[in-house]
Structure formats: structure tokens, C-alpha cells
């Protein structure tokens, strides 16, 4: 089970839609556990340092081999890529329990789910282990190449069949 917290006031529609795509690409249950508050040591003005709110984020109600994704509107600090230091918009735990992603910076409207969408598959992705992936379709793709932020929030067979591995792995 997925357990999704939101940081700040986001649609519920969204958030729903969101659900639903992280179950097909997982094949795993997608649950809104709430609102919480961004803790106050990862606040940076009206910023978030996503590290230290993945180490500081109140828990919520789950099981061993549930995953946390808090989702915020805010900006996160810039973190230091291959790219250079830039803006990142999600950040997770490798092989651990929690990711975060923000919606700032994203497209709005329409574009915004299946943005946000690839991002969230993408950090989740992380917390079972999964590396980059060479295929510039899959949501496992280096998030900072131009092409991430178009195409549709969807794991390649190999990344799906990985996950799949790695979440029964989980469960025994
Ligand atoms: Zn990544
Ligand atoms: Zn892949």
C-alpha cells in the first residue's frame, strides 16, 4: 500500500486521478492518508529542504512494507545534480520507506497529473530499489533530461517487472 499525505491544500480530484495511476503502474493500492504540516526544521523560508523533511516528516498509520509519499506545493532547496544545482521536484529514500515531490514548478491544469504522475512513479520507484532506466519512455528515466517532463507516466517492462520483484520480495 501506497499511503499519500499531502503537505498543503491540494484538489482532491488530483489527488484521486494520481491514486489511480500509481496503481496501474505498480500494481499496488494508492490511499489518501491526510494533511499534514511541513515540519518547521525543513522549512527554509518559503522553501522545503526535501532531505531533511523525508528524515522529519510526522509518520502516519502503516503497515512494513507500506511507502509514505508526501506530496507539498512549496518549492524545494536546490540540490546539487549531475546537471549542475538546480531544483528537483522529488526526492526520495533509496530502498527506504518515504518519498516527497512538490508541485511547484509543474505545468498546470491538464498537464499537471500526468507531470506529477511521472514524478511520483519515478521517486516510488527509488524507495524499491530501482535505478535509472536507459528508456526515455519509462517514468524510471533521468528526471533532469528535457524529455522527462513530456510523455506518459509509465514504467518500460523492465522497471515494471523489477518493481514487481522487489514489492514481492517485500512482502515475505
Ligand atoms: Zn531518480
Ligand atoms: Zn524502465
Known sequence: MIR????????????????????QAYG???????????????????????TVLLERA????????????YVTTRPFL?????????????LSQYGGERAVVSTHGLP?????????????IHDIGHLWDLHHCLDPRCAMYAPWAPSFSTGE????TFCREKSEQRIRMAKT
Do not use: H, M, W, Y
Open 28 to 50: 499496488l493500492g494508492c490511499e489518501l492518508a491526510g494533511e499534514l504540516q511541513v515540519p518547521k526544521e525543513a522549512l527554509k523560508g518559503d522553501s522545503v529542504d526535501a
Open 153 to 156: 507516466p509509465i514504467l518500460c
Open 108 to 120: 498546470g491544469g491538464e498537464a499537471l497529473l500526468k507531470r506529477l504522475a511521472k514524478q511520483v
Open 58 to 69: 510526522p509518520a502516519v498509520k502503516s503497515f512494513a512494507d507500506d511507502k509514505i509519499l
Open 4 to 23: 499519500l499525505v499531502t503537505l498543503d491544500t491540494l484538489e482532491r480530484e488530483t489527488l484521486d486521478k494520481l491514486c489511480r495511476i500509481v496503481f
Open 78 to 90: 536546490n540540490r546539487e545534480l549531475p546537471s549542475g544545482k538546480a531544483p528537483t521536484p522529488g
